[in-house]
């Protein structure tokens, strides 16, 4: 028997988007946060999302609230013991993703799948925290979660084949393309993404142009959607420099990973991007 019921720890931003692909691929998913408040916060996210999908004429209005009607929400992790699959998108504070990966392993079913979302933390270290390595995962899932195409599978060093094929079914069943790559400091996609990202903020930092100009060349010059520096704020500085003090530490301290100094700063001033209201623009 495959996967048919998921459970998502975590209603924030990667969660609640996590929680709505596997609910519009037909399983049956428990949505899993500390608070009430921050699972209908999290509900009022998707409906929101839906409907922009309903008003592009991409499903019927009726497959939005049939999508809905598939996740109930829990304050109580116990709701995740009849899950075949867990995908953990919680803070990224490593001993709080240990711990949980812990409670998880007592929680579960045996065969259960647990999975990380994390961006940065080694899959290993977490997997060393549960009795059941071979059945954890990285299932890294891109922002925003309904419109980007990509899961990063990440393959522990005891995650067995069976496990992969399975989440990487279960990526597919969610329309999305799974590709994998091995535990590594920032796996593949942010141990290319962040020390871009670095590098323009570095060349803000210096002077050499203006954000909506550093922005501008790397769209219209590499086709990308987003500048580096509208993508950090879409993702949250903090989020940037957490991945790159990883990137730092995980190799060595080799100084082509070093944070720069005005990402530090403006973390240190509460300028996250998007989620706090300023970072390298303004959001009202
Ligand atoms: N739910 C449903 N649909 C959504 C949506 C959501 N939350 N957000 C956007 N969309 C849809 C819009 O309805 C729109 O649909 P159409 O193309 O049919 O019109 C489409 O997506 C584009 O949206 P917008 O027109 O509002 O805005 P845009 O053209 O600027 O696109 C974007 C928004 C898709 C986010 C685009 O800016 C983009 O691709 N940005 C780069 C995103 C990226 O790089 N993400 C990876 C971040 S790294 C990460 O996540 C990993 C990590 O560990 C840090």
Redesign the pocket.
Known sequence: MGIQRIAVLGSGQMGN?IAQVAACAGYDVVMIDIQQEFLDKGLA?IE???A??VK?D?MTEEQANAAIAQITTSIDKAAAADADLVVEAIPEIPELKFSTFAELDQICKPEAILASNT??ISINAIADATNRPERVIGM?????????KLVEIINGRDTTPEVTALVVEASECMGKVPLACNDSPGFV??RI??PMINEAILALQEGVAEPEAIDGIMKLGMN???GPL??AD??GLD??LH?MNVLHEGFNGDPKYAPSQLLQDMVAEGKFGRKSGSGFYIYS
């Open positions: 988007g996210s929101n999302s839906l922009r999908v592009k991409r961006s940065s890294h899932f891109m922002n925003p979660v309904p419109v980007m996609s942010n993404l962040c990308h959607p987003i509208a993508l879409l993702i989020t940037i991945i």
